[in-house]
């Protein structure tokens, strides 16, 4: 059964075997672990992952693909759930406190609300492993004075250990994308690595700080934090966002919470 890349569902199926078995490779996969893969495909790794004995489950939008993996693996034990990972309760996969490990080939213009959405469930995932356009890889994994470095980078880094592990060019993949992909590796913090006291607040500050990135914090914060407040807390107010590390972004959302702001 032939099936063709749909691009309203942002469709691009991996078929080099040297890049499949890379990720293979660094996974390090054991049979008695439960692994959750987001948009199987054509089974590109479902296949391969299949056939090391751990428990498979996989969640896939498109109902013809659906179709193709329920004939493909009739006589396996794959369990196949037919929905939008964005709205899919995946901690209710995990059993007697078990951690999930999970894998995804991300359609690009969902990637960012779904691993947000994983990590409203980080408390039963032991990792989490993506292929991704390379630039949001970049930015999730940037350090504070890259121009790379950005709200996802600060977000993605509280919550989790963030790794890139490498490229995969558009040739490996049909219908071919126009830009380079990469696999992250997202490894959930067991214990935060700096104290935030609302989740909320830190947000509000590392989008107002990074949504003129040229203006200086005394600028980009003045609505919500006074200029002394800054200076208080043994930060640069003369500085900009991108030299800010996630412990001074925690300390100034701190700063809001402990003011009642």
Known sequence: MTHIPRKRFGQNFLHDHNIINNILSSLQAKPDQHWVEIGPGQGA???????????????ELDRDLVAILIEQFKDSDLKIHSGDALKFNFSALAINNEKLRIIGNLPYNISTPLMFHLLDNASCIEDMHFMLQKEVVDRICAKPGS?????LSVMM???????????????SFDPAPKVMSAIVRLVP??????????????NTVVTQAFSQRRKTLRNSLKKVIDENAIIDLD???TSRAEVLT?????????LLVDDGL
Do not use: W
């Open 157 to 171: 880094q509280y919550h989790c250990a963030t790794e890139l592990l490498f490229d995969v060019p558009p040739e």
């Open 189 to 202: 913090h067991q214990t935060p690595p700096v104290q935030v006291n609302d989740m909320v607040k830190l």
């Open 235 to 237: 930060i640069d107010p």
């Open 246 to 254: 996630l412990d001074d972004f925690a300390r100034l959302s701190n």
């Open 45 to 59: 790794l479902t296949v391969p992952l299949s056939k090391m004995g751990l428990r498979l489950d996989v969640v």
């Open 147 to 151: 121009k790379k470095y950005g709200r």
